[in-house]
């Protein structure tokens, strides 16, 4: 739970951080690079974890790694993230941060699983559908499970739309699995 708390705490100084110097799209390019970085090294992830490190080594390291990267304020907000001992949770402030964005700019996130890729024209239909329920631009991200067997499931937020195969099988499975036989007749 704490660090949830602390997660959140700081996604929202950094992205305060970006508006004040304009930059919250860039601070989202910079995270999700650090975050895609971090989780896919662990000797880096080791080195940032270890107390016997001198914070100034942690930050050289990291100054070196994503310098010309990542912009010169996001490089400052992760040495102070560094300098408050807040180094575990450096790549977990993105999703936070991409929840406050998000909102800040009106973005919707929606998740369409289907069985197969949609081409754009089914898309373009599925946006249309969305759009009287949701305000705001829609971004979506195409999951696919082929366990679905066919038709879409859409979730945004606390929402999902359920209008896959597997889901009227099973609804048709509970309706057969009643028993209306009636002896005698």
Known sequence: MKNIVLRRRYARAFFEYAIQNQMTEQGL??????????????????????????????????????EGKISDKTLSFINLMLEKNRYEIISDIIIPYREIYNTYKHIAEVTITTAVKID????????????????GDIKITNKIDKNIIGGFIINYLDYQYDRSIRNELNSLQSIFNENLYVKGY
């Open 120 to 135: 754009e024209p089914m898309q373009q239909k599925l946006i249309g559908f969305i759009k009287n329920k949701i305000d």
């Open 29 to 66: 390019a910079d995270l999700e690079l650090l975050s895609e970085t971090l989780n896919s090294n662990r000797e880096l992830r080791n080195i940032l974890s270890q107390p016997f490190i001198s914070k100034e080594k942690k930050e050289t390291v990291i100054r070196k790694i994503f």
